[in-house]
């Protein structure tokens, strides 16, 4: 295919719309909750020594998983332990995940860019917001988690769409 002025137009696909979407472009395709667990294992207790918000320790990892030729699910992993007085408060664990086109003749070094930085900071807005809604549901004022910078620890071995997890600081 070309354009009026003869050069080679973009391959582009059909989305669900019927609309044509480029091939080369980044796309997230669809964002979900792939598992969450809330616990509480000290209530009703510890909600009768409640003074004070519990100190919490937020952790965070990205995993890439191939699953089809340009076609990655990227996992943002986040495990919180919140404790009151050495007492677990509450644990909430929550893998949220984006399924993502990547464009061909990206190189290796954009790919991990991409995967391990870039999509984990455009969906973790939406995973804090479901632990903020979790934790408030489980009977604790709302935790707003800080925005997190997903940063490169150290190099994948292989190919970045293999399955690699990364350190974030929080």
């Known amino acids: 295919m070309t354009t009026s002025n003869g050069d080679a137009a973009p391959e582009s696909t059909s989305n669900a719309n019927g609309a044509q979407a480029p091939q080369n472009v980044l796309m997230i395709m669809g964002q979900y ?24 320790a937020p952790q965070h990892g990205v995993q890439v998983n191939l699953i089809a030729q340009n076609v990655v699910e990227v996992v943002l992993h986040s ?36 995967l391990l930085i870039e999509v984990p ?3 973790f ?12 549901d489980g009977g604790f004022p709302p935790l707003l988690l800080a925005p997190v910078e997903f940063a490169i620890s150290q190099t994948p071995p292989g190919n970045p769409a293999e399955s690699a997890t990364e350190p974030a600081k929080a």
């Open 33 to 56: 909750v792939k598992d969450l667990s809330f616990e509480c294992p000290n209530a009703p207790q510890i909600f009768t020594e409640m003074r004070e918000p519990p100190q919490i």
């Open 79 to 114: 495990r919180i332990e919140a404790k009151m007085n050495d007492k677990v408060a509450f644990i909430v664990e929550l893998d949220y995940a984006a399924l993502v086109n990547v464009p061909t003749g990206m190189s290796q070094e954009q790919s991990q860019q991409v």
């Open 121 to 123: 900071r455009l969906i």
């Open 125 to 136: 807005p939406f995973a804090r917001s479901i632990i903020a809604d979790v934790v408030r």
